[in-house]
T-cell receptor, first 114, second 116 residues
């Protein structure tokens, strides 16, 4: 089955700098790559995704890049702010029509320091 | 309201005893999922219900059971808890396929199970 590896377990950046979190996956059939954020004491929530028919997607300060050849995708957070501090999980799935079986990475704890 | 509720927030169980965890959502989502999360590990999918059909992952098939008496509720049942079941259990749901945002999973806050 699919395996997703998240390369950075922790990441610390200065406020205003960019943060990059990298993930790799194993199953070439995967076509959907979302990112989830978990703030302290809260549940995971969706932040951004990318599908295999594109290689870049941006939503405000979040950019996701996908390299299908290398089976690698990454989350870039530009102009980081203290509220970006959280655990970020990458995931992959082969979308079916009825459900979405996500395989997650182990998470990256991002600290944005003032 | 995009809330998935899980009860209880913390649960203590004895080795060999059964455990039942509860999840509910009022979004009329067709699919509900259960994930197991251990410290420094990825959330691991245990099983999911699409409508009334239960799908269990191959490597956890015999360890976990579930029921979904109606669209809003889903339980996770462990028949005989072992120490290795100590973890955070996360419930999630997703919309009907074919609707907007159908791929997004909405997560509850989790139930932290400690087996002693």
């Amino acid at each position: 089955g699919e395996k997703v590896e998240q390369h950075e377990s922790t990441l610390s950046v200065r406020e205003g700098d960019s943060a990059v979190i990298n993930c790799t996956y194993t199953d070439t059939a995967s076509s959907y790559f979302p990112w989830y954020k978990q703030e302290a004491g809260k549940s995971l929530h969706f932040v951004i995704d990318i599908r295999s028919n594109v290689d870049r997607k941006q939503s405000q300060r979040l950019i996701v890049l996908l390299d299908k050849k290398a089976k690698r995708f990454s989350l870039h957070i530009t102009a980081t702010q203290p509220e970006d501090s959280a655990i970020y999980f990458c995931a992959a799935s082969m979308l079916s029509g009825s459900f979405n079986k996500l395989t997650f990475g182990a998470g990256t704890r991002l600290a944005v320091c003032p | 309201d995009t809330t998935v509720k899980q009860n209880p927030r913390y649960k203590l169980a004895r080795v060999g005893k059964p455990v039942n965890l509860i999840c509910s959502q009022t979004m009329n989502h067709d699919t509900m999922y259960w994930y197991q999360k251990k410290p420094n590990q990825a959330p691991k999918l245990l099983l999911f219900y699409y409508d009334k059909i239960l799908n269990r992952e191959a490597d956890t098939f015999e360890k976990f059971q579930s029921s979904r008496p109606n669209n809003s509720f889903c339980s996770l049942y462990i028949g005989s808890a072992g120490l290795e079941y100590s973890a955070m259990y996360l419930c999630a749901s997703s919309r009907d396929p074919g609707t907007g945002d159908a791929e997004t999973l909405y997560f509850g806050s989790g139930t932290r199970l400690t087996v002693l």
